[in-house]
């Protein structure tokens, strides 16, 4: 199994762009979530999906758009890049939420100028 | 915030050693669970100890849940360079699906 994988690994944007981080799991499970992480704040919760076309918003989901079309795909959309999306960005799944492991891609880090 | 917090934010020690970091949270949950993320890194689940549990081990890892204090410790026995990481506590909300991790020890063995 390849897990969990992210694309891009990095990404520089400008401001105002639009771009789509890719995320992909082939362990079958329902729960999917995207992080950024920050020096200092710890990893905060963007958005979610308990399951294909379910999602529910985070702590921070201002400036970001997801979907879940399918088991194994969770997309995070950057609708028009800021300076202050700079950051570490994770993709994690699992089999439920906070009541099972979760499994973390490797990350994509975007700056935005 | 939703965070919990981790205690201390640094820590530095001989291997050898023992280190103990401790995390605190406010709201009731379900689960609290424990990962270490290497420099540069995704993170990596350690061990998961439900609200009915006080106490949980996994090889030279000792994880304590104390519910009523609403705070966590993990405890590493016999540190070697490699535990070098940060670690994370995280929880569950009791009532929903998020997830939300602490801010996180940076621990140091050195050899």
């Known amino acids: 199994n390849a897990g969990v994988t992210q694309t891009p690994k990095f990404q520089v944007l400008k401001t105002g762009q639009s771009m789509t981080l890719q995320c992909a799991q082939d362990?079958?499970?329902?729960?999917m979530s995207w992080y950024r992480q920050d020096p200092g704040m710890g990893l905060r919760l963007i958005h979610y999906?308990?399951?294909?076309?379910?999602?529910d918003q985070g702590e921070v989901p201002n400036g970001y758009n997801v979907s879940r079309s399918t088991t194994e795909d969770f997309p995070l959309r950057l609708l028009s890049a800021a300076p202050s999306q700079t950051s570490v960005y994770f993709c994690?799944?699992?089999?439920?939420?906070?009541?099972?492991?979760?499994?973390f891609g490797p990350g994509t880090r975007l700056t935005v100028l | 915030s939703q965070q919990g917090e981790e205690d201390p934010q640094a820590l530095s020690i001989q291997e050898g050693e023992n280190a103990t970091m401790n995390c605190s949270y406010k709201?009731?949950?379900?689960?609290l669970q424990w990962y270490r993320q290497n420099s540069g890194r995704g993170l990596v689940h350690l061990i998961l100890?439900?609200?009915?549990?006080r106490e949980k081990h996994s090889g030279r890892l000792r994880v304590t849940l104390d519910t009523s204090k609403k705070s966590s410790s993990l405890l590493i026995t016999a540190s070697r360079a490699a535990d070098t990481a940060s670690y994370f506590c995280?929880?569950?909300?009791?009532?929903?699906?998020?997830?939300?991790f602490g801010t996180g020890t940076s621990l140091t063995v050195i050899p």
């Open positions: 994690a799944s699992g089999l439920a939420g906070g009541q099972d492991t979760q499994y």
């Open positions: 709201t009731s949950i379900n689960n």
């Open positions: 999906s308990v399951g294909a076309g379910i999602t």
């Open positions: 995280a929880r569950d909300a009791h009532t929903g699906n998020q997830f939300y």
């Open positions: 362990m079958n499970h329902e729960y």
């Open positions: 100890i439900r609200s009915n549990e």
